[in-house]
Nanobody, 129 residues
């Protein structure tokens, strides 16, 4: 059974930082065969792609709203995905989800929710202004 477990969310003041982690287990293939992504869903809004990282780890995708503030990384030896979030603002308040997509293309990841087959339960990030 595939499990993806997020952690690291919480309440932070505007301008602060958080580091999210996501640990995967039970995947059919080794985690290094998956593209990994972070998504978020704010109340009343659709789930959106925040960042994703390919199997190669090079040239990750970032949504325009988080460029320069968030950094995605992966440690395949630990089956863990990270999202370092700096300079947080109220608009970053949302439930954050990690996801995995089996990826035939080594250097590509998708920012679309429909391309991911495994999802975590989410971790809440709340930024107070």
């Amino acid at each position: 059974q595939v499990q993806m477990v997020e952690s690291g969310g919480g309440l932070v003041q505007a301008g602060g930082s958080l580091r999210l982690s996501c640990t995967a287990s039970g995947l059919t293939f080794d985690v290094d065969e998956y593209a990994l992504g972070w998504f978020r869903e704010a109340p009343g809004k659709e789930r959106e792609g925040v960042s994703c990282i390919s199997r190669s780890g090079r040239s990750p995708f970032y949504a325009d709203s988080v460029k320069g503030r968030f950094t995605i990384s992966r440690d395949d030896a630990k089956n863990t995905l990270y999202l370092q979030m700096n300079s947080l603002n109220a608009e970053d308040t949302a439930m954050y989800y990690c996801a995995a997509a089996w990826a035939g293309r080594y250097g590509y990841c998708s920012e679309s929710t429909k391309d991911y087959e495994h999802w975590g339960q989410g971790t809440q990030v709340t930024v107070s202004s």
